[in-house]
């Protein structure tokens, strides 16, 4: 009986000793491999192909669940913050209207004055187009959609027909995009400009100073500009025009358009404007001028040349950031739909573990029984 006794106690003692044998637990398996391991290499976030829910803690599906959506949150936030400058760049449109249609009344009527007199002026002379200098406008940024490389491949494929007719071409670039892209590909380039999303007037009089000389000076017989033209949020093309040398019907005969951005019921939409021609102002015969109209035309020109090349830069950019809403906002979309398909994945996933731990304890119930 005291051996019993004994016996007993040792046993009791032996249970609560500290050798790694007497606590051992046995871990989970998970494809041949145990579950700590397959946590500790990465392997269970790396693949993503299997959900593995226990113990109430995150998973892969959940993981990319929040990352998607946290995606969609900014994108949304560029989507808004984009819009704000379009509205920006449509009111400096604006406020630069009065000033353009001043300068098309007031040369409309000095052509009408002088007649056929304006043929002397070198910026309205026509002349043998042996080299054609391009200016190329693209943005800075990109997350636009094809907005930059539409472009670069209007002036590619300008450049090459300009090639194939055996004219020379060089370019002149506004815009980083532009810039990195014609650098590395060795095009020949006069000059290059970097143009933010809030173009000014002192940057456009630097750019069209360069082209004037370039035209005045002889190095080149035509100014040719590449331009995005702002079509509508949804819409815009690149577009070719001749800046230099122009006719004067191109200023006195000439509508405008300007497009308003507008919201309702947290859509936005774009409001488009005909505005007519600005009638000639008339000056009578027996008005004195202090300068010779001649060269009142000849000085008023490199403004209009500086507005034009402004309103131009200010349309790209507005198509820029129309662009730029487009994509964020598809970007958007298409994080709310992938957020829902991983949500319905993930639930099924759980709702699959439930019911296998389910099965497992009824199983195990009609065992004992």
Do not use: W
């Not at 990109?142 to 494929?157: D, F, P, V």
């Not at 071409?169 to 590909?185: P, Q």
């Not at 380039?189 to 933010?196: H, L, M, W, Y």
């Not at 919201?263 to 010779?292: H, K, W, Y």
């Amino acid at each position: 009986m005291r051996f019993l006794c004994f016996a007993s106690a040792l046993a009791t003692a032996c249970a609560f000793t500290s050798q790694p044998a007497a606590f051992t637990t046995n871990s989970p398996v998970v494809g041949g491999r145990v579950l700590e391991d397959v946590v500790a290499s990465g392997q269970a976030h790396r693949t993503r192909k299997s959900t593995i829910v226990m113990d109430g803690k995150a998973n892969a599906i959940r993981d990319r669940i929040t990352t998607v959506k946290n995606t969609r949150k900014i994108t949304m936030a560029m989507k808004l913050v984009a819009a704000a400058k379009v509205r920006r760049a449509q009111d400096a449109v604006l406020a630069t209207r009065p000033f353009s249609e001043t300068l098309q009344s007031v040369f409309g009527g000095l052509i009408q004055r002088l007649g056929d007199d304006t043929v002397d002026l070198p910026l309205l002379t026509q002349r043998e187009v042996n080299k054609v200098t391009i200016a190329v406008v693209t943005g800075d940024r990109g997350l636009c959609g094809g907005y930059n490389s539409n472009m670069i491949r209007k002036a590619e494929a300008r450049f090459q027909e300009l090639k194939s007719q055996g004219i020379e071409a060089d370019m002149v670039l506004i815009g980083k995009k532009g810039i990195s892209y014609f650098t590395r590909r060795g095009y020949p380039i006069r000059k290059t400009f970097e143009c933010g999303q809030n173009p000014n007037a002192k940057e456009a009089l630097a750019i069209s100073e360069e082209l004037l000389n370039t035209f005045l000076s002889g190095e080149s017989d035509a100014i040719e500009l590449l331009y995005t033209k702002f079509l509508s949020l949804i819409a815009s093309a690149p577009s070719v025009r001749t800046l230099v040398p122009f006719s004067a019907s191109d200023i006195t005969q000439k509508g405008d358009e300007v497009f308003q951005l507008t919201s309702e019921s947290g859509d936005f939409s774009v409001e488009r404007t005909e505005l007519d021609v600005a009638e000639p102002q008339e000056f009578p015969n027996d008005m004195i001028f202090e300068q010779d109209p001649l060269q009142i035309v000849n000085s008023i020109l490199p403004l209009y040349v500086n507005g034009q090349v402004l309103r131009t830069i200010q349309e790209s950019v507005a198509s820029e950031l129309a662009a730029r809403m487009q994509s964020m906002q598809s970007a958007s979309d298409n994080a709310g739909e992938l957020a829902k398909k991983l949500s319905l994945e993930y639930n099924r996933a759980r709702q699959a573990a439930v019911t296998q731990e389910i099965l497992e304890i009824v199983s195990g119930a009609q065992a004992l029984d």
